[in-house]
């Protein structure tokens, strides 16, 4: 047994000598972990991407408790002709589902979460006549039969602005919708049950024949259909990654056991990392499945290091002392490269995104316990079986061809480092030239796969009904009645007139579009008194007439508050953000504060973009945080300023270099790019830090600095190359994901994981040959170290 | 010849001033024999009026918001055919006075015909049937409450007996009798509070066509206005849904006025 001398030697020690206590760690970890995973659930809903208490979030929700939300399923449908009998039973038939629709929860407590539905079977029309006032269903019932009588219903519908803009479509005239407004503060999982059972009723009016097909879209259906993403994904990446992992590590260590020792690793590790969502009593979002491949990856990427120093120490000592002095060797550099990448993903915490908050939090202590797993289960294996029971000796050294090529390559970098070091500053400038390229966008109809029913459903209400976005203007004045007065309405008017020509927005319902076609049912439907009232008087007496909820949804019970919905079809953040401006810079100018009106453009779609806009700014700021976080402690590990200044540039050198590609390739700092940065940096981190002890340790063993630097390239040379190679895999698997968002962001961390290689060699080698630094190694001296001292050889370096 | 009809409910008992005869303490009454038809049919015949006017406000509240009140004179007559005629007119606040709505319903008819006046416009339009759901203006009486319904439209049944204020109900269930009910009608049911003392309806809850609960109304304030009839001089609505309530207070009453003759015509309607 080796005699302790440092604290992690005594920690290597005491680990050596408990491994009943380090087996009983593991199982309570296993058994904890395995109790709660049944309790993990999937959240896609809208509460993961809001923040509540943000003042323009209590703005909208004020709204929608003195009116209605928008949160609408949409059903856009086809027929040849949407006014036969037959389709307008068979829209009778699903309307009225609908509004009986309920959902059960286990409980057994029912829910009925349709408000409202308004298709054209389910909508009233104003009908004036010489002396008569009417409001009465667009459609009767029973459906008639004659053409003269569904000609008529043809006709009022076009007649009616509300109807024909609102359900049906300008262009095509086969086509029209069912809007389905939902209750208020559904949850995620009554939002999942009521589209799956939408779905269901869809397919059950299909099969009358009266309709060709049903178009499901609206914000509840694309989070559902995120969620069935989320779902997929893990069924494919898990899977994926685990037999990828398994086929790499066959070929690395030529042991089965190795093999199946890293398969049991990695499913004690995914169980412990996927545990931390319930046991934080958190859900897993389409942002936090990336947790998944991290846990696999990093557990895989810590069990090669172990068994790569197991098998290095197993060339000088036996038994336990192998193990020993693997870990006293590897405690310290291990848990570094753990906190680092803790740190990494643990700063996207700073967030205000609840999801991506979770996932920050959640990712960093799923690390933790990656951590925790992975030491426990190989140090058990190593004390188990010998090395050489898990790992080919040889098997993890450095082939004759990567000797001579890392040779070949050191022995330039210290003849010549200057060139190299420009040629990493060359591609560095070249990189940064394109971030200021960089911009910030998001779409959220590009986040739904490709060729998926419900981006399709999207295109069609966007292209053909209007637009699938909606932007919600409350328009409150401080006095009660305000509304009733003439100038007040024309102001409403001139701003739908602004919101169609300036913005060219599709479809614009706001109380004035009521009262004018109460203005017009009163004067016997006569199309030139579609307009408003000249007194307030007419107005207040007009509105006495009208019964009907919808009108409700417009103007509230004290004609002081007034709702105009806008529909769009812009998707992009960016697009959208302009738009909100102009609507923003127009309310200020014709709805003053000194007018009396509090006027706000909001809605959930708005929300949703500042979200994510306030994201990304959080997020590139996260980045400094992690920055700190990281290189702070690395200075106290290293012992010295001097190295720990030596780890910055090839850590700064692939970040860069990722942001300057995306700005180069056109690629946004969306929710997900924006992470980038900040999980790379904690990743790339890890190789530096071996590098850097590796020389230090080196150095201070034969005082030789060329020689260190060569043995160090090597070495850590080939870990580098394996290590990069596990999370290049990991994340690059990310690409199989169907929700683009995910499938980008493993794309280019994989990418900026590679160039974490490339500036390993590029960057860190040259400059520590061209500064001739010792990193703070002393220089040796014959006190130090008496003559009869050896030197170990280093394996595979005849030396 | 007396007509048997049930007059709707409470509300509209309040609005239209049906009279029935109560007998305090009269044997028979609220008898435990009796079945819950019965008892609704009593009910109906106790608190009629021949005709009645009233000065009514109407409280229209939002949570959070401010009431808004409307203020009306309302009259009702049951004339020698036995047609229910119905005038109300606005009188507060200024931008709706002078609106007036004429309601003539006469025997054998499916519906009746209604007349509105809007000053503003100094024009009289015929309203159409309305949805039975829509709301009279704007408040949470639906046009169903204001409906003439015969007792028999619903079948009741008793439920039970439960004290309310200290005082002892029948409690009462009632569901469309007839399909043309079940079609129109937008309650499936309701259920009725019945004072076993003077078979006055002081509560009441309304249930939509899937039985999930809509509204409440609560009479409070009992004034006997005749020899027989009781009514309730503040009533509140609550929508369950929309969380607004209608407070209906009834701020003046007489009872079997002398009505001018032509004060149910539309040429009256526009007033003096």
């Known amino acids: 047994m080796m005699t302790p001398r440092s604290r992690v030697e005594r920690v290597a020690a005491w680990m050596v000598t408990h491994p009943k206590t380090l087996l009983f760690v593991l199982l309570a970890i296993i058994a904890v972990s395995a109790s709660a995973l049944p309790r993990l659930k999937m959240q896609a809903g809208f509460e993961a991407l809001t923040d509540r208490t943000l003042p323009e979030q209590r703005v909208l929700d004020t709204v929608v408790e003195r009116f209605v939300g928008d949160n609408l399923i949409v059903l856009a449908y086809e027929a040849d002709d949407i006014f036969s009998r037959p389709a307008l039973e068979t829209v009778y038939g699903l309307s009225e589902d609908l509004q009986g629709l309920t959902i059960k929860h286990p409980d057994g407590a029912e829910v009925r979460p349709v408000a409202r539905v308004d298709s054209l079977t389910h909508v009233k029309d104003v009908v004036g006549a010489d002396l008569s006032f009417r409001a009465e269903p667009l459609v009767p019932q029973p459906v008639p039969q004659d053409a003269a009588a569904l000609a008529h219903i043809r006709e009022r519908a076009l007649f009616n602005p509300l109807i024909s803009e609102g359900l049906l479509s300008p262009q095509d005239p086969k086509l029209a919708m069912v809007v389905v407004r939902l209750i208020p503060d559904l949850s995620d999982d009554d939002n999942t049950a009521t589209v799956a059972k939408v779905q269901a009723l869809v397919e059950k009016a299909k099969a009358t024949g009266g309709v060709k097909a049903f178009y499901v879209t609206g914000t509840p259906t694309i989070l559902a259909e995120l969620g069935a993403f989320m779902q997929r994904d893990l069924n494919v990446f898990i899977p994926a990654l685990m037999i990828s992992m398994f086929v790499l590590l066959l070929v690395c260590l030529r042991r089965l056991a190795g093999a199946v020792l890293a398969f049991v690793n990695m499913m004690v590790a995914l169980v412990a990392g996927l545990a931390m969502f319930p046991l934080l009593g958190r859900s897993m979002t389409n942002w936090s499945v990336i947790v998944a491949p991290v846990v696999l990856v990093l557990s895989t990427a810590l069990l090669i290091h172990f068994l790569s120093e197991l098998a290095h120490h197993a060339k000088e000592h036996g038994g336990r002392e192998v193990v020993e002095a693997t870990l006293a060797e590897l405690l310290i550099p291990a848990t570094m490269c753990e906190f680092t990448t803790i740190i990494g993903f643990g700063s996207i915490a700073v967030s205000n995104m609840p999801a991506l908050r979770d996932f920050g939090i959640t990712s960093a202590l799923a690390i933790v316990a990656v951590f925790l797993t992975t030491m426990t289960t190989v140090t058990l294996a190593a004390l188990w079986k010998p090395p050489s029971f898990w790992v080919a000796p040889g098997s993890l050294g450095v082939s004759p061809f990567f000797t001579k090529w890392v040779g070949r390559y050191t022995a330039a970098v210290q003849r010549r480092p200057l060139p190299i070091l420009l040629l990493s500053i060359v591609l560095l400038v070249l990189g940064a030239a394109g971030i200021p390229r960089i911009y910030t966008d998001s779409n959220l109809q590009e986040n739904l796969g490709h060729a998926t029913p419900v981006r399709a459903a999207t295109e069609l209400v966007d292209n053909r009904l209007g637009g699938a976005s909606a932007l919600v203007i409350s328009l409150k004045h401080e006095k009660e009645g305000h509304f009733l007065e003439p100038e007040a309405l024309q102001r409403v008017e001139a701003l739908e007139e602004f919101l169609r020509k300036d913005l060219n927005a599709k479809v614009v319902t706001s109380p004035a579009d009521y009262v004018k076609l109460m203005h017009r049912g009163f004067f016997g439907d006569d199309p030139k008194e579609y307009r408003l009232p000249e007194t307030r008087e007419q107005t207040a007496q007009l509105l006495l007439l009208n019964g009907d909820d919808s009108f409700a949804e417009y103007l509230d019970p004290s004609r002081g508050w007034a709702r105009v919905v806008v529909r769009y079809n812009e998707h992009s953040v960016a697009k959208q953000n302009v738009i909100f401006d102009q609507v923003d810079a127009y309310l200020v100018k014709h709805f003053p504060a000194s007018d009396g009106y509090a006027a706000v453009a909001t809605g959930d779609n708005r929300m949703l973009v500042n979200t994510i806009d306030r994201l990304v700014q959080s997020q590139m700021g996260s980045l400094g945080l992690a920055f700190i976080l990281i290189f702070g402690p690395i200075f106290i590990v290293l012992r010295s300023v001097r190295a720990g200044l030596f780890s910055i540039p090839s850590n700064i050198w692939p970040v860069i270099v990722i942001l300057g590609v995306m700005g180069w390739i056109g690629v946004p700092l969306n929710e997900a790019t924006s992470m980038i940065a900040s999980i790379a940096l904690g990743i790339v981190v890890d190789d530096t830090i071996h590098f850097l002890e590796y020389f230090r340790s080196r150095l201070s063993e034969h005082d030789d600095r060329e020689r260190a630097l060569r043995e160090t390239m090597l070495v850590k040379g080939a870990g580098v190359s394996i290590s990069t190679l596990v999370f290049t895999m990991g994340f690059g698997v990310l690409m199989l994901s169907q929700f683009p968002l995910v499938s980008w962001f493993g794309l280019l961390t994989a990418l900026a994981i590679l160039l974490g290689m490339v500036s390993e060699m590029l960057v860190l080698p040259p400059l520590l040959a061209f500064t001739r630094t010792r990193l703070g190694v002393p220089v040796r001296t014959p006190e130090s170290h008496p003559a009869g001292d050896t030197v170990p050889s280093l394996p595979g370096s005849g030396a | ?272």
């Open chain 2, 1 to 272: 010849m007396e007509r048997s009809q049930h007059r709707g409910t409470a509300t509209r008992r309040l609005l239209l001033g049906s009279a029935l005869a109560l007998v305090l303490g009269t044997p028979g009454i609220g008898a435990a024999a009796d079945n819950a038809q019965d008892l609704m049919r009593k009910s109906d015949k106790l608190h009629r009026l021949k005709s009645e006017q009233l000065h009514i406000t109407l409280s229209l509240e939002e949570q959070g918001g401010t009431p808004r009140k409307l203020s009306l004179e309302s009259l009702y007559e049951t004339d020698a055919d036995g047609a229910e005629k119905l005038r109300m007119r606005f009188d507060s606040p200024a931008d709706v006075k002078g609106t007036t709505l004429l309601s003539v319903d006469p025997v054998g008819e499916p519906e009746a015909e209604q007349w509105l006046y809007l000053p503003a416009f100094r024009k009289t339009r015929q309203l159409g049937a309305s949805d039975l759901k829509d709301r009279f203006v704007n408040s949470d009486l639906w046009y169903e409450d204001l409906k003439q319904r015969d007792v028999d439209d619903f079948a009741y049944t008793l439920t039970g007996s439960e004290k309310l204020g200290g005082v002892d109900c029948h409690v009462v269930e009632g569901k469309p009798a007839r399909e043309s009910v079940a079609k129109d009608s937008p309650y499936g049911k309701v259920q009725v509070w019945l004072r076993k003392d003077n078979l006055m309806q002081v509560r009441m809850r309304y249930f939509d066509k899937q039985l999930q609960p809509v509204k409440s109304l609560e009479g409070s304030k009992l004034t006997k206005v005749s020899d027989t009839a009781w009514r309730t001089d503040v009533m509140t609505i609550v929508d369950l849904k929309r969380k607004h309530r209608t407070v209906v207070t009834v701020d003046s009453r007489q009872v079997n006025p002398t009505l001018p003759a032509d004060t149910f015509s539309r040429h009256a309607l526009a007033g003096p």
